[in-house]
Each structure stands twice: as structure tokens, then as C-alpha cells.
């Protein structure tokens, strides 16, 4: 009789936390429905039309005809594309590294104790909270082949005025240089907070031990951050795959150089809303997602070689 009362009990008991688990489910559904609605009608849905649109021929007025996998085959034949896929693949190749290191750099750094740090954080954060146009046109001024400010300074030593924004071979990297340049700030303040999370413990017992600034980085800090440096490094990589202000604002449709600069994002714009190819330029946007979805995959899968979870 005691067992069975007893069992009739822990049923009960199960049942009321059911009920209530029930209760703590639908308050949690509907805390988190209004971002699951936000994602699926400003994300989801726009990415399904795009993928049915790049099947399809446009030509104004949302008049669609199917044609398949026509303006995929156009795509990969079309030297537009493979110098835009290069162009954007250069660029994340080169920024992405250069931009997470210097950002590392100056996070270690202004994670030490030296004076004025809270007002290097606000300088070196300001690019962020600035906008993009602004951003771009104050560095259009300063890259000018007329009055620039570099050109200048280069004049004073004697030095030829350099075509910073003109010439096919410097171009990209005159936009580089912006880029990483606007994104440091934001990457810095991610791995200070990485840097702030390691305990004081481990580098006084490395102290103990005699182990110098280097060799503490390379044994605690870089191992202890990594987690912390995996989603910049994620993140940055996809925002760098997907450039498009900065070309737009700073290299004319005119200019010679933008054969050797436009992005894949710049050429999904251009068909899209210039030529009104919105199909061709749908299919080059699915391109750009495949080559960020692999990209993101063998990040992923390469973690566990460097990233080293507490």
C-alpha cells in the first residue's frame, strides 16, 4: 500500500511539473516569436525569392519567365563574375587576416594598465559608430590625385603624386586599407572582453615561473582568447565577402579601376537595380552565399585545430 501510494504521488508530481513546463514553453515561444517572425519575413522569405528568382528571367513590372539554369551558365562564362569572385576573395584574403591581428594587437594593449585606455577605446571605436558614406567620402578626399592629404605629404619627400583610387593596381588596396581601418574598433572591443575574461591567476603564475610578455601570449593569452578571435574572425570574414559601400562610394562607375575592384555585391547592385536584370543578378547573390556558406564550413570545421575551449 505504501509503494503504490507513493507512486501515485511521483505521478502527480509529474504531472504538475508537465503542466508547468507546458506553461514555461508557450511563455518562451511567445517572448521569442516576434524575432522568429522578423527573421523569417526579413530573411528567410527574401533569401527564397532570390533563389526562385535567379531561375528566372525579369524585365520590369514583375513580369518573370523561367529559364532555368540559364543565368547560372551565363554567370560562370561571364569574366565580369570570375574578376569580381577574385576581387572579393583578394579582399577578404587580405583584410580579414590584417584587420583581426592589428585589432588583437591593440586590444592586448589597451587591456594593459596605461594611462588615458578609456579614451584610446572611444578613439578607436569611433569609426563604428560613423557612418559609412561619411566614412568613405572623408577617405575619397584624403586618396584625391589633387588635393589629397596622402599626396601631399608625399610631395613634401619629393614623391610623385600616386593614383591611390585610379590605378587598377593599387585600387583595391587603397580600399582595403579603409576597411580594415573602419572594422578595428569593433573587433578590438570583442576581444577585450575575451582578453578581460582570462583570470589574473594564470599570467601571476607565469610571472612565478619567469615567463616573459611573449611567452605568456603565446601560452595563455592566445589559447585563452581564441574563442573569443574564432567569431571575429567569422564574422569579419563574412561582412569582408560581402563589400559594397566602400567600392560604391569611392570608385566611379567611369573610373578605370573598377574592373579590379567591384565585388560580387557591387555586381549583384549592378545588374539588379542599374540594368534591371534582377534574375542574373539573383543568381550572382546565390553565388556569393555559396562561396560564404563553404567558407564558413571549413571555418568551422578547422576550429578544432586552433580554438581552445575552457
Not at 522568429?36 to 526562385?52: R, V
Not at 619629393?158 to 583595391?172: E, F, M, T, Y
Not at 569611392?250 to 539588379?272: G, H, W
Request: with cysteine; aromatic share 12%.
Amino acid at each position: 500500500m505504501i509503494s503504490e501510494k507513493n507512486t501515485e504521488k511521483v505521478i502527480n508530481k509529474k504531472k504538475k511539473m508537465s503542466k508547468k513546463d507546458l506553461s514555461d514553453c508557450r511563455w518562451a515561444y511567445a517572448m521569442i516569436a516576434p524575432t522568429i517572425l522578423g527573421l523569417i519575413i526579413l530573411n528567410i522569405w527574401p533569401l527564397i525569392q532570390t533563389c526562385y528568382l535567379s531561375f528566372n528571367k525579369t524585365s520590369g513590372f514583375g513580369n518573370n519567365q523561367w529559364v532555368g539554369l540559364d543565368n547560372y551558365k551565363r554567370m560562370f562564362s561571364d569574366s565580369a563574375v570570375i574578376h569580381a569572385v577574385i576581387n572579393t576573395l583578394e579582399y577578404t584574403a587580405i583584410s580579414v587576416p590584417v584587420g583581426v591581428l592589428l585589432s588583437l594587437f591593440i586590444a592586448v594593449l589597451l587591456n594593459a594598465k596605461i594611462k588615458g585606455k578609456t579614451l584610446y577605446r572611444t578613439i578607436y571605436f569611433l569609426p563604428m559608430v560613423s557612418a559609412p558614406a561619411a566614412i568613405a567620402m572623408v577617405w575619397r578626399w584624403l586618396y584625391s590625385s589633387d588635393y589629397g592629404l596622402f599626396n601631399y605629404l608625399l610631395s613634401l619627400v619629393g614623391i610623385k603624386s600616386v593614383q591611390w583610387l585610379n590605378n587598377p593596381k593599387i585600387a583595391l588596396f587603397s580600399i582595403i586599407i579603409v576597411g580594415v581601418w573602419s572594422t578595428i574598433g569593433y573587433n578590438m572591443v570583442i576581444l577585450l572582453a575575451g582578453l578581460q575574461e582570462i583570470p589574473k591567476s594564470f599570467y601571476e603564475a607565469a610571472d612565478i615561473d619567469g615567463a616573459g610578455p611573449i611567452r605568456q601570449f603565446f601560452a595563455i593569452t592566445f589559447p585563452l582568447v581564441s574563442p573569443t578571435m574564432f567569431f571575429v574572425v567569422v564574422t569579419t570574414m563574412i561582412g569582408s565577402l560581402q563589400v559594397f559601400d566602400l567600392i560604391f562610394m569611392m570608385i566611379d562607375k567611369t573610373n578605370i579601376a573598377m574592373e579590379n575592384t567591384q565585388s560580387l555585391v557591387y555586381l549583384f547592385y549592378k545588374n539588379s537595380f542599374m540594368l534591371n536584370d534582377k534574375g542574373y543578378g539573383s543568381a550572382i547573390v546565390m553565388l556569393l552565399l555559396a562561396i560564404i556558406l563553404i567558407i564558413t564550413v571549413i571555418q568551422l570545421r578547422m576550429q578544432k585545430k586552433w580554438v581552445h575551449y575552457q
